[in-house]
């Protein structure tokens, strides 16, 4: 994808350009900019140099959005990123699409909310003991037990730190910085690399756990590994999977509960128990308050909680009683007395070696 060219012109991307975002969001605005090449090709507009008249590509910009919409097979998401694709390739267009966007808020507006729902926290408290008794329990000494104590530790990462799941999920061993010394308050640091909104708040960030039964946990699950070695040992899908059969396991699957959700829960939580707008946007990293007030849904997360029956409430509460001695301490065994990192140190090795031959 590149700049519009104009008569004559030489223009291309350099490199800076081409690596100012992610592979992945620059394959879709690509895709998002082919399909609509593709129907401009079956329209009027086809022998038309569009990108060259601001009024043309905004007209243009309008009738595909409108062609999208009356679609049943399209989606508000291409007609955002369509725009997007425009005034990413033609950058003399950016800032002077407004009747497209309007278009796209129209067309947003008329959409059914369908808000991210906050995970309550005794949920997570049933969550994590109901993977680590999976964990303890199983016999096999393997990457399918890592996975389950991985998983465990990571959902309270993610909900004491307020993450998204892109950014719990690339953390690794360098990225986290344990107190060293009886000097020190009891506070691991995470660094938080190339978030997603690294373009406004820069691309290293961080969070903290003040939490200091979790930093024990945390510390207990990356003893004696490589500061490569990834905290959690698989793809999002898999992590996706494993949260979801969690909480079919306690019967709590038709609360449509996604990984996604640790970050509004955990907000929404804050916000309940008296924290300030302001320290609420400073610790969740948030850039503006408009932006903070979508998490905090209290109503919701009540409504969430109030959906359990009587039976379910009663079973998760046993549960987290059961397991508060857990919650609080590790086992004290190491963790290589329940699995071994293996396949993460093999892949290690082979991506050293990789390095070394490219360099």
Same mark, same amino acid.
Not at 73 to 91: C, D, I, N, P, Y
Not at 109 to 115: E, G, M
Not at 203 to 211: E, I
Not at 249 to 260: E, H, K, N, S
């Given at each position: 994808?590149?700049?519009?060219?104009?008569?004559?012109?030489?223009?291309?991307?350099?490199?800076?350009?081409?690596?100012?975002?992610?592979?992945?969001?620059?394959?879709?605005?690509?895709?998002?900019?082919?399909?609509?090449?593709?129907?401009?090709?079956?329209?009027?507009?086809?022998?038309?140099?569009?990108?060259?008249?601001?009024?043309?590509?905004?007209?243009?910009?309008?009738?595909?959005?409108?062609?999208?919409?009356?679609?049943?097979?399209?989606?508000?998401?291409?007609?955002?990123?369509?725009?997007?694709?425009?005034?990413?390739?033609?950058?003399?267009?950016?800032?002077?699409?407004?009747?497209?966007?309007?278009?796209?808020?129209?067309?947003?507006?008329?959409?059914?909310?369908?808000?991210?729902?906050?995970?309550?926290?005794?949920?997570?408290?049933?969550?994590?003991?109901?993977?680590?008794?999976?964990?303890?329990?199983?016999?096999?000494?393997?990457?399918?037990?890592?996975?389950?104590?991985?998983?465990?530790?990571?959902?309270?990462?993610?909900?004491?730190?307020?993450?998204?799941?892109?950014?719990?999920?690339?953390?690794?061993?360098?990225?986290?910085?344990?107190?060293?010394?009886?000097?020190?308050?009891?506070?691991?640091?995470?660094?938080?690399?190339?978030?997603?909104?690294?373009?406004?708040?820069? !691309? $290293?960030?961080? &969070?903290?756990? /003040?939490?200091? #039964?979790?930093? *024990?946990?945390?510390?207990?699950?990356?003893?004696? @590994?490589?500061?490569?070695?990834?905290?959690?040992?698989?793809?999002?899908?898999?992590?996706?999977?494993?949260?979801?059969?969690?909480?079919?396991?306690?019967?709590?699957?038709?609360? !449509? $509960?996604?990984? &996604?959700?640790? /970050?509004?829960? #955990?907000?929404? *939580?804050?916000?309940?128990?008296?924290?300030?707008? @302001?320290?609420?946007?400073?610790?969740?990293?948030?850039?503006?308050?408009?932006?903070?007030?979508?998490?905090?849904?209290?109503?919701?997360?009540?409504?969430?909680?109030?959906?359990?029956?009587?039976?379910?409430?009663?079973?998760?509460?046993?549960?987290?009683?059961?397991?508060?001695?857990?919650?609080?301490?590790?086992?004290?065994?190491?963790?290589?007395?329940?699995?071994?990192?293996?396949?993460?140190?093999?892949?290690?090795?082979?991506?050293?070696?990789?390095?070394?031959?490219?360099?």
């Amino acid at each position: 994808m590149g700049p519009g060219r104009g008569p004559g012109a030489d223009v291309h991307e350099v490199g800076l350009e081409v690596t100012r975002t992610s592979q992945t969001y620059r394959r879709r605005l690509q895709q998002a900019l082919a399909n609509l090449l593709l129907w401009v090709a079956l329209t009027r507009w086809t022998r038309t140099e569009w990108w060259i008249d601001v009024v043309v590509t905004n007209q243009i910009l309008c009738e595909y959005i409108e062609h999208l919409h009356s679609s049943s097979s399209g989606k508000l998401s291409e007609a955002r990123h369509a725009v997007l694709a425009v005034q990413t390739a033609f950058r003399q267009h950016r800032g002077h699409l407004g009747r497209a966007w309007d278009c796209v808020r129209s067309w947003q507006l008329a959409c059914p909310t369908n808000s991210r729902l906050p995970l309550p926290f005794n949920i997570l408290q049933a969550m994590f003991a109901y993977t680590l008794a999976e964990a303890i329990s199983s016999t096999h000494h393997n990457a399918r037990t890592l996975d389950l104590f991985s998983f465990c530790v990571l959902i309270r990462i993610g909900f004491e730190c307020l993450l998204r799941p892109a950014e719990m999920l690339k953390l690794s061993v360098a990225d986290l910085r344990f107190p060293k010394s009886s000097w020190e308050p009891d506070v691991l640091v995470i660094t938080l690399r190339d978030a997603k909104n690294r373009a406004s708040l820069g !691309r $290293l960030q961080f &969070g903290m756990v /003040r939490d200091p #039964a979790l930093v *024990r946990w945390t510390r207990w699950l990356v003893d004696g @590994a490589e500061k490569e070695i990834k905290l959690w040992p698989g793809s999002y899908a898999k992590f996706c999977k494993l949260f979801a059969r969690t909480l079919c396991r306690l019967g709590l699957d038709r609360l !449509r $509960l996604t990984p &996604g959700c640790l /970050r509004p829960g #955990a907000a929404t *939580r804050a916000f309940i128990d008296g924290c300030s707008i @302001a320290d609420l946007k400073y610790r969740g990293r948030w850039r503006a308050e408009s932006s903070l007030e979508v998490y905090i849904q209290e109503a919701m997360c009540h409504l969430t909680a109030s959906d359990l029956t009587d039976a379910e409430h009663h079973g998760i509460s046993n549960l987290i009683m059961a397991s508060t001695p857990q919650w609080d301490q590790p086992p004290a065994l190491p963790a290589s007395a329940f699995f071994h990192r293996d396949a993460q140190w093999r892949g290690l090795t082979l991506a050293r070696r990789r390095l070394r031959k490219t360099s």
